[in-house]
């Protein structure tokens, strides 16, 4: 299976996440096997550079959902859009959930900590943690 989103034939959508981030790789693992969605999820550093580096920084701080060659959601909105992808009915559930109006904001909120805690997350590591920007 071709997991690039850039090709001739088709525009494949794909969640890039970090590959290198233990606690990452759990998650989206978790999600594959329960939720089962149609967008595949590959790690960002196995995709083409010329694809991931305009975008080396949003990657550092969160997934991105690439459809073809360009974005189409970043960090909770790319995770709702994963899980509405899934033929599980509450998984897509969830995904919708998380687009609500008055759900939205928190979910980013959550998102954000948990990704700036990632090392400390199940699965984390010392190499999970986002580099922190220099002044």
């Given amino acids: 299976m071709n997991n690039s989103p850039t090709g001739d034939a088709e525009r494949r959508t794909v969640l890039a996440f970090d590959g290198d981030c233990g606690f990452c790789q759990t998650a989206v693992r978790q999600?594959?096997?329960r939720a089962r969605p149609r967008t595949?999820?590959?790690a960002w550093q196995t995709l083409?550079?010329?694809?991931?580096?305009?975008h080396l920084n949003r990657l550092g701080r969160e997934v991105?959902?690439?459809d073809g060659d360009r974005i189409r959601a970043g960090g909770v909105a790319a995770l709702?859009?994963?899980l509405g992808s899934s033929p599980a009915?509450?998984?897509?559930g969830v995904g919708m959930v998380l687009r609500l109006?008055?759900?939205r904001p928190a979910a980013k909120l959550v998102y954000r900590w948990v990704a700036k805690n990632r090392q400390r997350m199940p699965g984390g590591t010392a190499a999970c943690a986002v580099p922190r920007p220099h002044n």
Avoid: S
Wanted: proline share 15%; charged share 10%; net charge positive.
């Fill in 40 to 42: 595949a999820a590959v």
């Fill in 89 to 92: 009915r509450a998984y897509r």
């Fill in 31 to 33: 999600i594959q096997l």
């Fill in 48 to 54: 083409p550079p010329q694809l991931t580096e305009p």
């Fill in 101 to 103: 109006p008055l759900i």
């Fill in 64 to 66: 991105l959902l690439f």
């Fill in 80 to 82: 709702a859009a994963l």
